[in-house]
């Protein structure tokens, strides 16, 4: 069965610093792993995806199969990035949608 | 409205009483799923219908809860004979065939 793990439950920074969340993923087929992020007081919402490639509000990840991760990662932390942070693995059986999130990471941008 | 709706938004009921809580997905998405989200315990996958039927009910955790889907639009979870354990934030998400997930704001769940 396939399986995503976020080691940290909370993670610290302050602002201006780079930030990390780290994720690792198990699976038997070809992975596709998005981020989501839930500000607070606000929805779930995607922040990313590993097929396109692309930087959001300055967050970027990149797929390594050989180290099954798909670590987030922002050079220079703002305050509105606090929020809770989701990685999530996309899988058979679920339909074409069908994701298996990480247990999440909570992400706190001191001043 | 657009989005995904969940209703009630916050509901508080007293432990062994069942509870209904409501759906509204984007008009015309297929796929529907229900997570649970509580502290420490992240998003957990409950049941992903498509269409009405539900191919996967695998994460539901107990026989204690059941969801169905009508006309292929709103879906209702409900909970029967409440636990103090199920008090968590209910999500919602819906999508259309490899467009991603789109999610609800939550209903918030304490049972007393």
């Known amino acids: 069965a396939q399986r995503v793990t976020q080691p940290e439950k909370l993670l610290s920074v302050f602002k201006g610093a780079p930030v990390e969340l780290k994720c690792n993923y198990s699976?038997?087929?070809?992975?596709?792993l998005f981020w989501y992020v839930q500000y607070s007081r606000q929805r779930l919402q995607l922040l990313l995806r590993?097929?396109s490639r692309e930087s959001i509000k300055g967050f970027t990840a990149d797929l390594n199969k050989g180290e099954t991760s798909f670590h987030l990662k922002k050079p220079f932390a703002q305050e509105e990035d606090s929020a809770m942070y989701y990685c999530?693995?996309?899988?058979?059986?679920?339909?074409?949608?069908?994701?298996?999130f990480g247990k999440g990471t909570h992400l706190i941008i001191q001043p | 409205g657009a989005g995904v709706s969940q209703s009630p938004s916050n509901k508080v009921t007293e432990k062994g009483k069942d509870v209904e809580l409501r759906c509204d997905p984007i008009?015309?998405?297929?796929?529907l799923y229900w997570y649970r989200q509580s502290l420490g315990q992240g998003l957990e996958f409950l049941i992903y219908?498509?269409?009405?039927?539900?191919?996967?009910k695998s994460g539901l955790p107990s026989d204690r809860f059941s969801a169905e889907r009508t006309g292929g639009s709103v879906s209702t979870l409900t909970i029967q004979r409440t636990q103090q354990e199920d008090s968590a934030v209910y999500l919602c998400?819906?999508?259309?065939?490899?467009?991603?997930?789109?999610f609800g704001p939550g209903t918030r769940l304490t049972v007393l």
């Open positions: 998400a819906s999508s259309l065939e490899g467009w991603g997930q789109f």
């Open positions: 590993h097929i």
């Open positions: 699976y038997s087929g070809s992975p596709e």
């Open positions: 219908f498509q269409g009405n039927s539900a191919p996967d």
């Open positions: 008009s015309g998405h297929t796929a």
């Open positions: 999530a693995l996309k899988y058979s059986g679920g339909g074409a949608d069908g994701l298996t």
